[in-house]
């Protein structure tokens, strides 16, 4: 991968991880566009690598959340700071056994599959056009909405589903506040980045032709600082109802996507 492709994802990983457009639809459109020829599994360990750089980007811009909810779980109490963390254990379940049983057949759709991602791309243009329509509420994500957002999230693995967007938007269609939402959004995918990195080293599926380094370091810098920008920027969006310019803009993209991949 040339180098100038590599800060390019990077940079398209780092802003469509937290605006709500899906990041992993946006990758594989934008190797389509660059004309890249990674087979699945190196295509997804590129994909690992820019999920990882902003899962550091969420740990810097909430490590004063992050900070205090370790203190509070340390306690050993049942507080607000340990039940957090439980629901973020809970909307994890989903997605790792989705991760256990699936991953070999999500490999195989992250090999440009345009049609797809376009048709997902749609999916959750609705999701933001009804979730920017629901009222706010001063709610906090429940052990069960934990549960169900979770599940949201495990569909989101799917290129062209917006993690971010479907999260977000489950917890505010259940009545959640939207600030939290966002919040609940950004911290509960970190472990899970962490936990399929680990996975895949231990397991030792995640290998690379060390020819790719520079390209890879190069992406993982540049989707953390472009991570950072986009982090901050989207829960300010998010407190002001701003979802439904992203849903036009999935419906664009995505129409365009799907137009593009049945003309060829």
Known sequence: MEIIDAIILGIIQGLTEFLPVSSSGHLELGKAILGDQSVPEESLIFTVVLHFATALSTIVVFRKDILELIKGALKFKWSEDLQFITKIAISMIPAIIVGLFFEKQLEQLFGGNILLVGFMLLITAILLFFADKAKNTNKKVSFQNAFVIGI?????????????????????????????????????????????????????????????????????????????????????????????????????????????????
Do not use: E, H
């Open 152 to 264: 949201s999230q495990a569909i989101a693995m799917l290129p062209g589903i917006s993690r971010s967007g479907a999260t977000i938007s489950t917890s505010v269609l259940l009545g959640n506040d939207k600030t939290k939402a966002a919040r609940f959004s950004f911290l509960m995918v970190v472990p899970l980045i962490f936990g399929k990195i680990a996975k895949d080293i231990l397991s030792g599926d995640l290998s690379y032709d060390s020819s790719n380094f520079t390209s890879l370091s190069i992406g993982f810098i540049a989707a953390f600082v472009s991570g950072l920008f986009a982090c901050t920027w989207m829960i300010s969006l998010v407190r002001k109802s701003k979802l439904t310019y992203f849903a036009i803009y999935c419906a664009i993209v995505g129409i365009i996507a799907v137009i593009f991949s049945l003309s060829y």
